[in-house]
């Protein structure tokens, strides 16, 4: 079984690499395959953190800091002017 921050490390992960994840107790149970102890002691570990809130319902999320943000495709500065064909009407 892996250790506790292990654990604790691929939860982060999985947060960060699905902005927007929301899983109840159970789901993230059988997500993670891990029995109710273990799942229950790394959740309430990251809430405690502040790495990720219980939804009034329940449900574990991550802190709106915490969620990615998309990155943008960036050009290379090595752009090419061309020149542009005239229109003829």
Do not use: N
Not at 38 to 66: K, N, S
């Amino acid at each position: 079984m892996p250790t506790h921050d292990s654990l604790l490390a691929r939860v982060r992960g999985e947060y960060r690499e699905m902005p927007g994840l929301r899983l109840t107790f159970s789901q993230a149970c059988r997500l993670w395959h891990l029995d109710a102890g273990p799942c229950r002691a790394v959740l309430e570990g990251l809430v405690a953190e502040g790495f990720i809130h219980q939804t009034h319902d329940g449900a574990y999320m991550a802190q709106t800091a915490t969620r990615g943000t998309p990155l943008k495709a960036t050009l290379a500065s090595s752009r090419r002017s061309r020149p542009r064909a005239s229109r003829t009407a």
